[in-house]
């Protein structure tokens, strides 16, 4: 156990090294997302470059990671910089640009934990055939995410080509036990669901926030990838059941406010 914690640390810090360097992380064997297909996923944008994937949790409130917004630690950038893209399947065009009123990131995030953020924007988005809301895990939802389950993500992150889609991509994975989490990668918190994938798949950079979705329900909210991503550790995403009150109690603050 000792021995795989000290592997685990060294891809830690090798993730470290791949966020501050040349993005070459992979979501491999995507398929184009239809529009109107998944209405609650949005761009999150900072000076007008994607930076995460967001989830439509309610009219004025977007799900998403936390570390695309972090200035430091739990402190966001300048909620002015940032803007959503809603209704679009196209990160560069289409659908409307909603402003940001304010950004709030777990205040525990840091060291690769508690990697969650909820967005509150200036205006409620108007719901249509293209712009809805996901429903949020229960816990019932979540004790029914056996290892194996099939779940499924979408993202404008990198492709194996390197290139970035303009058209967001869907793929399927396969949630891991938090035993075998712990085993194979030290991530067996109970704050994190972690996603099985082939190797030359999985989630890359400007997939982070992705939606970790089954039955319509929202799961996990992708965090990060081991290495320069595809290879055969999996995938990090923050649970959502696990966050329930922080995010009831965050949106009833951000509504007062
Ligand atoms: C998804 O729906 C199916 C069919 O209703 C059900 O058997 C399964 O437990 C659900 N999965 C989750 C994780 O809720």
Redesign the pocket.
């Known amino acids: 156990m000792a021995v795989t914690r000290i592997i685990a640390f060294a891809f830690v810090l090798a993730v470290c090294v791949g966020i501050n360097a040349a993005p070459n992380g992979r979501i491999l064997e995507g398929n184009d997302v239809a529009t109107g297909e998944l209405p609650w996923v949005v761009s999150v944008r900072v000076d007008n470059a994607h930076v995460a994937v967001g989830n439509i949790i309610e009219a004025s409130h977007i799900l998403t990671s936390g570390h695309g917004l972090s200035a430091l630690r739990s402190i966001a950038i300048a909620a002015s910089s940032v803007t959503v893209r809603a209704g679009s399947i196209n990160q560069y065009a289409g659908g409307q640009i909603v402003k940001v009123q304010s950004i709030t990131i777990h205040p525990s995030f840091g060291n690769f934990l508690h990697d969650i953020a909820i967005i509150t924007l200036q205006q409620p988005l108007t719901f249509s055939s293209k712009i809805a809301a996901i429903a949020l895990?229960t816990d019932?939802?979540?004790d029914?995410?056996?290892e194996e389950?099939e779940?499924s993500l979408a993202g404008w992150g990198l492709q194996l080509s390197g290139a970035t889609p303009y058209k967001l991509q869907v793929a399927t994975f396969k949630v891991l036990s938090s035993h075998e989490c712990e085993y194979q990668a030290g991530y067996g918190y109970d704050s994190v669901l972690c996603l099985e994938h082939g190797v030359n798949r999985g989630i890359a950079t400007g997939d982070e926030g992705a939606g970790v979705v089954?039955?319509n329900?929202l799961?996990g909210v992708a965090s990060f990838y081991f290495g320069g991503g595809g290879t055969k550790f999996p995938d990090v995403s923050s649970r959502v059941s696990y966050y329930s009150s922080w995010i009831a109690s965050t949106i009833a603050a951000q509504s007062e406010a």
């Open positions: 895990a019932e939802v979540n029914a995410l056996v389950t779940v089954v039955n329900t799961v």
